[in-house]
């Protein structure tokens, strides 16, 4: 008998029909997409590390509005020092330096004689005096003098302003809230960080598993029909020719089990032929009398009856 339209109802429990197959697959495949998602979050949270220790660094390093010491000395305080005068000195500073002035080549010798000194002259034109060739300037320093005034006026250090009581409040307040704002924005960048590492964990989790159900689901597809076609074969060895139904809607090896469908359809016509050739064998033998005659073929007959009650009940 020939299947009928009627879709094979498996049930959604018994989703590992073949487990080898199926846990073989589902797990490679979600162990590979678990090794691959740890080395991105291993990449992503060290690059989100270096990012939130120099996004720290910025904020701590924020220079928030300075509030002036307003402490007053105490009485076991020791009153600042005096401002010691400068000295100042009876007359100005007198320091004698030198006066440069330079000599174009060939007046060495007239300088030297204008100083009335032998060895200027002799000097003069060693180094270059004369119309020789190679001749160089001559430098000559003369006496001079500079005078140095000292400085008479004190020096004292600069006055720190003076701020009003609601100044150094506003200033106060300010410098509060430029801290709490800095505590406020690292504290932000730690929860950034740690939604970070958060969201990898469990993208890693959910995809691992979402692989894990997909692969037992699509694998059930196929194992699904296989399965299927190996209960099919059992009931066909032990004689019995069940209904075969059609698969479910989204199963897999759609095509291997039409010809299996085919197949099981031609044994069981070939079933129902013998059937009716053994009806119709035992018929004519009853019509003819032999039965009554022949013991050998009442045995026969016999005989055939059970063969044909076999068959008969491997369609029930």
Known sequence: MSGGNRGYKRSWKNLLINKRYQL???????GL????????????????????TVAKSRQR??????????????????????????VTPSQP????????????????AATGSAAGSATGSAAGSAAGGGDEPGERHRVVIGESSMTIDPTTAPVTPPKKPEITPEQRAKLVAERDACEKDIARQI?????????????????????????????????HKVAGPLHKVTLYLAKLRDGRYDKVYDLRKGDQLVEFYEHFKHAHAGVVAMEQEDIARIKAALDALEADGVLARSPEARAAADELRKVLERKEASFV
Do not use: H, Y
């Open 61 to 86: 390093g924020r220079i928030c509005v300075s509030v002036p010491d307003d402490k007053k000395p105490t009485a076991a305080a020791k009153p600042p020092a005096a401002p010691v005068a400068p």
């Open 187 to 219: 504290k932000k960048i730690d929860d950034a960080n740690r939604n970070i590492v958060l969201v990898l964990v469990l993208s890693g989790v959910l995809l691992t598993l979402g692989l894990a159900v997909f692969g037992i689901k699509m694998t």
């Open 33 to 52: 997409s678990a090794v691959l998602m740890t080395l991105l979050g291993w990449w992503v949270t060290r690059v989100a590390g270096e990012a939130t």
């Open 93 to 108: 500073v007198q320091v004698d330096v030198g006066e440069m002035k330079m000599e174009e080549p060939g007046a060495g």
């Open 24 to 30: 073989r697959f589902t797990l490679f495949m979600a």
